[in-house]
């Protein structure tokens, strides 16, 4: 990924064994990462029994927020892609019979979109 896709918000698929370390103390035995996105300093992380969303805050990234969402509980996804002139792409994610979705993920023009729409399709028909 160079620094411009990573300035302008472009996912990148991140190495698995380097996001494992990184959340060794958040991974529980016997839990492996599957495949993950790197989305500037944000990560999207596919396990073998949820989705990870870790979400950087602030000016030096030392405050993390971790999202669990086991994929029994997501009800359904969206994709919307990005067009000529909407240039934002977007997955937005479900949990149980709520009305509005629980997380709304803005990609930029971005063609891993599609693949985490994948991995996330996959995941699901476990």
Known sequence: MSIFDGLMGNASQHNNEAVEKKLAEVLIAGESVSLAFKLVRDLIVFTDFRLILVDKQGMTGKKVEYKSIPYRSISRFSVETSGHFDLDAELKIWI???????????????????????????????
Do not use: C, G, Y
């Open 96 to 126: 149980s019979s709520a009305e509005l979705p629980a997380e709304t993920i803005q990609f930029r023009k971005d063609k891993n979109i599609v693949a985490v729409q994948k991995a996330l399709a996959l995941a699901l028909s476990k």
